[in-house]
């Protein structure tokens, strides 16, 4: 029996969309079709029907699919050394975490494997802070509403939208909500209890909402007076996303924690909490810890993105933001079909009118079947999350197919 069954483990074996349905566990609703091969903007799939990708796999393939540059980078990396856990340190993770240092406020870095990760790590940092410099009553977490942190129970619990965290409970205690850019509540709210707050700078999955600039500054001003850790939830805005290398670097307001994933690896997993010096300090040996973050492969590919968002690069997400913005405002004049189109760099949200509220998801699926791949931020947003790099000639390609869509959204 156990031979016979081991022996099924080289049977050759056609996977199909409906073994999603039978093999994995269904918290993911995946498209119809298998992805099978990318290259730059363009992705295939098992039909060889072609798509253009304005979603990179929700803002996570920054550099496009196959980018030559980080297949050569990983593949000598690939023959030398994959893995030696944080027993021992590297040479890869070593360059990445200086040239993070040097291109930011932080002093000093801590990587894991994922956005959650890194967000935990900056919650428990920020607790651990608050402890050892004050006393257990200074605990108190605000995060806004809206706001997405992740999926572990801490992250989920601090993120501002309570439909991931029911019925998870109980939950971790001190965490409040406040309204986004709303200074009066915040003002309001803060005490001695509070210890950390954590925040977007474009809130991303709950609808691409950048921050009010002065809200921001004045958040800082206060964390500053009361010795609060600042928090700035970079896993979306990051890595060239908003043509900065981060976002706060338009508005020159520092954290004293940032966490980056998502676009740091360019499709490589990897999470980086980024922090000062008297931050850094609080987590010694045994206090946090990973197995495999910081390991060569993803550290290797991530310096590799990090040395391409150069100032070309990210003068050309500005480009495309505007062409982008261009091509929205034309197909809303002529369809009439988004009450707002807002975001940053190549972080777009366009809200539809109310009549199509709940439909979001439904044009995403109209514009794959047309040949564009888009996100949902909510269910009344569609995202547009392209490669920084994407080919203009495929920006203005996709708004075609993304016309066709449209139209068959309005018929319906
Ligand atoms: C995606 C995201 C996360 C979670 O990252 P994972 O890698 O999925 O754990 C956290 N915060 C923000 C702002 C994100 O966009």
Known sequence: MREMNLRRNKVFFQPKREDFDKYIVPCFSPAPFILVKGRGSRLWDQENKEYIDFASGIAVTSLGH???KLINALNTQ?????????????????KLAKKLVELTFADKVFFCNSGAEANEAALKLARKYANEYYDKTKNEIIAFENSFHGRTLFTVTVGGQSKYSDNFGPLPPAITHLPYNDLKTFEQHISSKTCAVIVELIIGEGGVIPIDPF????????????DITLIFDEIQT??????YLYAYQEYNIVP??????KG??????IGAMLT???????????THGTTFGGNLLAATVAETVLSQLDYEMLSGV???????MNELIKLNKKYNIFQIIRGKGLLIGAQLSSIYYGKAKKLTQLASEEGLLILIAGSNVVRFTPALNIPLDDIYEGFQYFEQAIIRFKDK
């Open 66 to 68: 196959s980018n030559v």
């Open 78 to 94: 690939l023959n030398k050394l994959w893995h030696v856990s944080n027993i021992y340190t590297n040479e890869p993770v070593l």
């Open 215 to 226: 809200f921001l500054e004045q958040v800082r001003k206060i964390c500053t007076n009361y």
């Open 238 to 243: 990051g890595m060239g996303r908003t043509g």
């Open 256 to 261: 004293d924690i940032l966490t980056s994933a």
């Open 264 to 269: 740091l690896g360019g499709g490589f997993p």
């Open 276 to 286: 000062k010096e008297k931050w850094a300090q609080i987590f010694q040996p045994g």
């Open 318 to 324: 500005l480009q495309r933001h505007d062409i982008i």
